[in-house]
């Protein structure tokens, strides 16, 4: 007698087959975060306008309300004996006023100074520059 070769029923194969097919069609498919391009809108770009800076000259010999008017109000005003000191702050710099009365009675700005954050004097021109340009509260 001769025997016949083990061979799996047709329905075990059918099955094998549609396994095998599945599993190799979901290997296929888009899997969720990969090779897939998701839109994004653009981030708006913002327009810095820097100011220009005054003239540190102009802001020797006049009143208050004229330094106000070029550098806003500053973020400190302060006193010492006869002297009003008014400090105004940049990104890396304080700039100080330093008003004193005259003759008249009116009170005028006679000096500016630079600072450091850290400590120690610094140009004037880069402060103002700073200052002007400060964001605002």
Known sequence: MRSK????????????????????????????????????????QRTVVLRQAPDPKSLIGVT???????????????????ARIWRYSGSNCALL????????????STHLDARRLQGG?????PCLREVVNAPRA
């Open 5 to 44: 070769p083990l061979t799996a029923p047709k329905t075990i194969k059918s099955l094998a087959v549609v396994l095998l097919t599945a599993g190799f069609l979901a290997a296929c498919a888009p899997q969720p975060g990969v090779g897939q391009s998701t839109l994004v809108s653009p981030t708006p």
């Open 64 to 82: 208050p309300q004229a330094v106000e008017q070029q550098l806003g109000a500053p973020a400190f005003d302060g006193s010492d004996g006869e």
């Open 97 to 108: 006023v330093v008003f004193y009365p005259e003759a008249d009675g009116s009170i005028k």
């Open 121 to 125: 004097s610094t140009p004037i021109e």
